[in-house]
């Protein structure tokens, strides 16, 4: 099983990796973007070395060594799926740090050269020096290996030195070892301050995002019509009308002043249309303003209008007059006003220009503390500099980016709108799980080195990984093996400022923020390394992938079925999904009691696996035997469905206390089940949203069973009144899981297929391996 479960294929078998290198092919011959066909071109490379690998036996996808040669330490280069290519993450050319490293060090360009060089006197000050000033960078944990053997043989670990460069030197040839040296220091992992503080974009990726961002060519035409075109067109109206009598323009004969102004209209023209080129109306002989240019070309060379040229003319002039009056007169010049002002205002790419050069001073590789300077109104200072109207505010695009930037606690990026989902969250708690993780370490500065070493390894793919095998954890690199020594708990320090407290505190966040929600499988990874900081022994159980399921479980997950019985037994939640968490408890000890069974070398609950297919047939009606990927996911959402997917382990073993209360979660969660169920209208592929509905449900009624008696009957009696206030399909059917849930609140039960009252209440689950009746 994948700890990261990303989006896994059917088999290990090379069909997949063929079908992907074919995607790869046709998009980077045939997109018509050149960036997208060179992105395209080099995963085309990378699946070739996959489908090269497989077939010379380079490569035995599927297991945590997928490359020949290569230990489970070395970070692999991983394509979409999970497969490895062959190469090394850490592997390649080398790196232009690392050939400026060799010129001033006076070695070989060689990789192994500079691996030597760093066993040196002069090599291991260049470390120190680096490890005391902290002017690194890590992106891949790799580069974090000879620091790490510089600060033991700086703090007397001689041995300890000396056998991790003994395990690093077979690979000193292919690997990069070498930190890569940096303008500024690596954050600091001392305080909690520290470890509070994290950020989705660095200063640089809102730099790189602003940068990218080209003027917008609808804006910017509709800008040169108003403050160009519009004020040409009624100079040439005015013109015109100049012959006019009772508003018919030719009805006076032009003299030779009216024409030698209009030669010089022509002329301004001809220099306006070769420096605003953005609009193209005006050159249309069919739209007013080209009517009235022609006819005025025609007159000043002498050639009089035809009957059909002076009546298109003398109409393009009486509609403009019709539209927006006489020029000159008040609402025709009020007009004209308000779209010089609006044309004058300054375009959302000059402002991102004037937040570039702002951001230009701070530093680059970090967040912004205080986004409030960066995305201020332009100050007169700046006005005079850019030209820009003092006063003048940063528009909410470019702000978005900036504040994506914002460096502040989670709950703070959460509150203002920085973290959208729980998937966004994911990728940031690696930041805070760095920092926590990291203050265990006695020293300061291997304390930054060992958050730095952190976050490069949560750049690690995952790998696709079968027989229920796990992920690479950090404690296996060998240079965190070789310092887990230093690690200490503090005495008397206070409990929220450890993994228990940071654990504590992203439960509550994850399910307060984003009720409904499942917990992707990034954000269970980094709960699980925190809980094993804490040594709580409470597991945290992933998202199987169904495709890849292979009918078993690892014994983890009984025994948080187990905790969830001991927190819901007797409660709507275990009487609405028919679950005996009796017997569960007693299998659990019956297990614990006797050698696990192991199933291809890996330790499983075949208990758990038989109670979960059991259940998922008794649901479906499925025949014992059958093998689909619905099938799969009927199974593991039972394993979800008795362990709640980590609930209950948050709450009765670590402690989360959700704020405002079960009771606000519960209509919180509902509303994300109705929102959801909206979507299955008119959907041709509703599956995934039904399922994503039924999860949400689930946690609706975990939260409702948490509630006092009286409180869960109030909630329950008010859900119908949250569904009226989404579109009338979602009422209808949601009906028969709302008719569920009060039939078992008042005492009732589902028959054996997961229905009552004839099929007007319905247990709502998210697979089926028919149609579901949601659909």
């Given amino acids: 099983m994948n700890d990261n479960a990303d989006q896994q294929p059917l088999t290990a078998a090379p069909s997949y990796a063929a079908a992907q290198l074919a995607k790869a092919f046709t998009t980077a011959l045939t997109h018509e973007d050149a960036d997208t066909r060179r992105r395209a071109e080099v995963r085309g490379q990378r699946w070739r070395a996959v489908l090269a690998g497989m077939a010379a036996g380079r490569l035995t996808v599927g297991s945590r060594t997928p490359v020949a040669g290569l230990p489970a330490w070395v970070t692999p280069e991983v394509v979409r799926g999970g497969f490895a290519t062959g190469a090394a993450g850490a592997g390649g050319p080398l790196q232009p740090y690392e050939t400026e490293a060799a010129r001033s060090f006076g070695v070989p360009a060689e990789r192994r050269a500079l691996f030597a060089h760093c066993l040196t006197e002069g090599g291991l000050a260049w470390l120190w020096a680096l490890l005391d000033s902290g002017h690194y960078e890590t992106g891949v944990p790799e580069e974090a290996a000879l620091l790490t053997m510089a600060w033991l043989v700086r703090h007397g670990e001689t041995d300890a030195a000396l056998d991790l460069a003994a395990e690093l030197e077979p690979f000193a040839d292919r690997l990069r070892f070498l930190p890569r040296p940096a303008d500024g220091p690596a954050p600091k992992a001392g305080t909690a301050d520290a470890a509070a503080a994290v950020h989705r974009l660095t200063v640089s990726d809102a730099v790189g995002t602003l940068a990218r961002r080209r003027p917008n060519a609808a804006i910017e035409t509709q800008r040169e019509a108003l403050a160009v075109w519009q004020p040409f067109g009624d100079e040439l109206l005015a013109h015109w009308l100049r012959t006019a009598r009772d508003g018919r323009v030719l009805e006076l004969t032009p003299d030779a002043h009216w024409l030698a102004h209009a030669a010089a209209l022509l002329e301004r023209y001809r220099l306006l249309a070769t420096e605003h080129t953005r609009c193209t109306k005006h050159r249309s002989p069919k739209q007013n303003l ?328 008794a649901a479906s009606g499925a025949g014992a035997g059958s093998w689909s990927v619905a099938a799969n996911g009927t199974v593991i959402e039972q394993a979800q469905i008795l362990t709640t997917h980590n609930l209950a382990t948050l709450v009765h073993r670590v402690g989360i206390a959700p704020q405002p209360g079960w009771a606000d979660l519960a209509r919180r969660s509902f509303d994300t089940v109705c929102r959801l169920t909206a979507r299955v209208h008119h959907n041709p592929r509703p599956l995934a949203t039904i399922k994503d509905a039924a999860y949400a449900w689930r946690q609706t009624l975990f939260h409702l069973s948490l509630c006092p008696p009286d409180e869960q009957l109030r909630v329950i009696a008010g859900l119908d009144e949250q569904t009226a206030r989404h579109p009338a399909h979602v009422t209808t059917r949601l009906a028969p899981a709302l008719a569920g849930l009060v039939l078992v609140a008042e005492g009732g039960s589902f028959g054996a297929d997961g229905t009552a009252d004839g099929g007007r209440a319905r247990r709502l689950t998210g697979w089926s391996t028919d149609g579901h009746w949601m659909r």
């Avoid at 320090?493 to 923020?513: F, I, N, S, Y």
């Fill in 290 to 617: 080209g009517i009235l240019r022609g006819a005025l070309e025609e007159t000043v060379a002498g050639r009089p209008l035809d009957a059909r040229r002076l009546g298109l003319l003398r109409h393009a002039v009486e509609s403009m007059v019709r539209r927006r009056g006489l020029p000159g007169s008040a609402p025709h010049t009020a007009l004209r006003r308000n779209q010089a002002e609006q044309a004058a205002l300054p375009s959302h790419h000059a402002l991102a220009q004037l937040v570039l050069g702002r951001l230009a001073g701070l530093p680059q590789e970090t967040g912004i503390p205080d986004v409030a300077p960066v995305v201020a109104a332009v100050t007169p200072e700046e006005s005079q500099e850019t030209g820009l109207p003092a006063g003048a505010a940063v528009p909410p695009a470019v702000r978005q980016v900036v504040e994506a930037a914002l460096s502040a606690p989670l709950g703070t990026l959460v509150e203002r709108g920085v973290v959208p989902s729980a998937e966004v969250l994911a990728e940031l708690v690696p930041q805070l799980v760095a920092a926590t993780t990291a203050q265990a370490y006695r020293d300061e500065s291997l304390r930054t080195l060992m958050a730095a070493n952190y976050r490069a390894f949560r750049g690690r793919r995952s790998l696709l990984l079968l027989n229920l095998e796990h992920q690479v954890r950090v404690e296996e690199l060998p240079w965190v093996r070789a310092v887990s020594g230093q690690r200490a708990a503090v005495p008397g320090k206070p409990d929220g400022e450890g993994a228990l407290g940071v654990l504590r505190q992203l439960g509550e966040l994850a399910v307060q923020a984003f009720p409904g929600t499942i917990l992707p499988n990034p954000l269970v990874r980094e709960l699980g390394v925190l809980e094993r900081q804490a040594d709580l022994g409470a597991p945290f159980v992933e998202e199987l992938a169904a495709d890849i399921f292979m009918d078993t479980f690892s014994p983890k997950f009984l025994k948080a079925a187990r905790i969830a019985g001991e927190l819901l037994r007797g409660t709507l939640y275990e009487r609405y999904y028919g679950i005996d968490y009796a017997a569960i408890r007693n299998l659990a000890i019956t297990e614990t009691g006797v050698a696990l069974s192991h199933s291809r070398g890996a330790r499983t609950s075949p208990g758990f696996a038989r109670l979960c297919a059991e259940r998922a047939r």
